[in-house]
């Protein structure tokens, strides 16, 4: 590993690590740019340690390539997220703007990889900053240590991130802004982050390459295999604000799969899911049509409110249809299996 430069991780789901940290994060972005997303602007280091293991260097791939679509996935779904906050009536409240974590947010070799690779030791560190979030805004940047808020030292150790969210949530339940101390290249900086409104779906990563989404009324996770399948930001904009749709509408409640839908969301944004999970239909009871439809109308809204190209949504559901049809039954078609009849209905 001598030479190699690796990214730190950015943006990597806290809660695919067993972290409660909602209120760290908000989807604040105002613009959407078509194109794939590139490479998180994070900070590099030289991967140089003497301890580096094949095991911790392997783990280390993992966590940098989850950075890297967990990124993607944040940047597509910050503008639906924050544009349409209205639309979300009890589903929407304040929130910052940014993701942190330590050493302890990895668990196992991933801990000692984050620590060893990356540099992460016990105190927060901002992971990542969303473009057009109050954080971004204040001047927040990835790499800056988190030191105080509201006046108050930020915890370090194993639960630093639990014990940071709390106090942060007070702070931003009361009042329009959070004054913030952090470290940056040893020197102390004092900012003041303003809050955003946004819905408060959290946007989850699934670790598996089916091809797939799923919302369980309060979360959003999309696979890795749809991301990959999909071919700019606006087709995975199409995948998220479809999903955000069926929660703002209530579908996984009245489906009843809530529970089941919820299961597996638990897993697959788990580091290593356990994938014999998506075996057939995985427990989950298919769309009906006119539900579908609901959501599909209501998704291209949310896409459009966005800022996203609309025109091209039709064709990326059909391709996807095509090249995953409801025989695969750990695939979107299988869970959607209306799809073809409900895109030839007039909207």
């Known amino acids: 590993m001598t030479g190699i430069h690796r990214q730190r991780p950015a943006g990597i789901s806290t809660a695919a690590l067993g972290i409660t940290a909602a209120l760290l994060l908000s989807a604040c972005a105002t613009q959407a740019p078509r194109q794939p997303s590139g490479t998180p602007r994070i900070v590099e280091r030289p991967v140089e340690a003497p301890g580096l293991t094949p095991q911790m260097a392997a783990a280390a791939d993992t966590l940098t390539k989850m950075a890297d679509l967990q990124h993607r ?7 639906l997220l924050i544009q349409n906050a209205e639309l979300c009536k009890g589903q929407a409240r304040n929130l910052l703007g940014f993701t942190a974590k330590n050493r302890w947010s990895y668990p196992g070799d991933y801990n000692e ?5 990356f540099g992460m030791d016990e105190r927060l560190q901002v992971t990542g900053v969303l473009a057009g979030s109050g954080a971004a805004r204040a001047g927040l940047q990835t790499g800056d240590v988190l030191l105080a808020a509201g006046g108050k030292p930020l915890p370090a150790g194993e639960h630093a991130l639990s014990q940071a969210g709390a106090i942060f949530g007070k702070i931003i339940a009361s009042q329009a802004s959070l004054p913030m101390t952090v470290e940056r290249r040893r020197s102390e900086r004092q900012l003041t982050i303003p809050v955003t409104r946004a819905c408060a779906f959290a946007i989850e ?14 979360r959003v996770l999309v696979t890795r295999g749809m991301i990959n399948f999909t071919h700019d930001d606006d087709e995975l904009a199409f995948v998220l604000a479809k999903t955000m749709a069926h ?46 439809a609901a959501a599909d109308r209501l998704g291209i809204y949310l896409a459009a409110r966005a800022g996203y190209d609309i025109e091209e949504a039709p064709a990326f559901w059909k391709r996807l249809a095509e090249a995953y049809p409801p025989t695969v039954l750990n695939g979107y078609s299988a869970n959607h299996p209306a799809l073809p009849q409900r895109l030839e209905r007039p909207s």
Not at 205 to 218: E, I, K, Q, R
């Open 73 to 79: 996935l944040y940047k597509v779904a910050a503008p």
């Open 113 to 117: 990889a984050a620590h060893v690779a």
């Open 205 to 218: 990563l699934g670790n598996a390459d089916n091809v797939n989404a799923y919302g369980d009324g309060s």
């Open 247 to 292: 929660n703002m509408l209530g579908h996984p409640a009245m489906q009843r799969n809530s529970a089941t839908i919820g299961s597996i969301i638990d897993n697959l944004k788990s580091i290593v899911p356990d994938t014999s999970m998506l075996i057939g239909s995985g427990g989950i009871k298919a769309m009906p049509a006119d539900a579908d």
